[in-house]
């Protein structure tokens, strides 16, 4: 072994550290009061965060307090996804996988739409210029719609929508 290897190699979060994590994380969400707005985004950032600590506190034997039933202060997950979400706050217009309802010039297009691609560029003047690809989904299948979609002409839907 060199002195670049480490000593342990790494293993992926098991069957059982994922499914602690989900029932963990469930009841967090469960403390946050019922008109909290929590995006899917924020949401799916703070699984991924939450899934990390979980695994690193599982492993290190640090999870004993959650496992006794000691639960948090309700404002502390609350705290740390509005904090989330501010930081995500810069992200402006739809994401990936959102329903947006596209309200363009093509009239004859005007409807529900999945977004499936976002391409951010910036103009000569430093102008950040969005566009968005958007998708129907019929059959089973994601069928690319319009393309090239300006920002001004999608609204985005209501977050419990989720991809199909």
């Known amino acids: 072994m ?3 290897e480490p000593e342990r190699r790494a293993v992926p979060a098991s ?6 994590m989900e029932a963990a994380f469930r009841a967090a969400l469960e403390q946050l009061p019922a008109n909290t707005g929590v995006t899917y985004v924020v ?21 004993g307090p959650a496992l006794a039933d000691v639960p948090l202060p309700p ?35 005007h409807g529900r739409y999945w977004v499936t691609q976002v391409d951010r560029q910036l103009d000569v ?3 950040e210029s969005v566009r968005y690809r958007l998708s129907d989904y019929t059959r089973g299948k994601l069928r690319t719609a ?7 002409s999608v609204t985005a839907l209501p977050q419990h929508f989720q991809m199909p």
């Open 43 to 63: 949401r799916q950032l703070a699984r991924a965060l939450f899934e990390v600590g979980w695994v690193w506190g599982v492993r290190s034997g640090h999870t």
């Open 15 to 20: 069957e059982g550290e994922r499914e602690q």
């Open 146 to 152: 319009l393309s090239g979609v300006h920002a001004e």
């Open 75 to 109: 404002h502390t997950f609350g705290t740390a996804l509005s904090c989330l979400a501010a930081a995500l706050g810069d992200e402006k217009g739809p994401c990936i996988g959102q329903l947006v309802s596209y309200h363009g010039s093509q009239e004859c297009c």
């Open 2 to 4: 060199t002195s670049i």
């Open 125 to 127: 003047r430093e102008r």
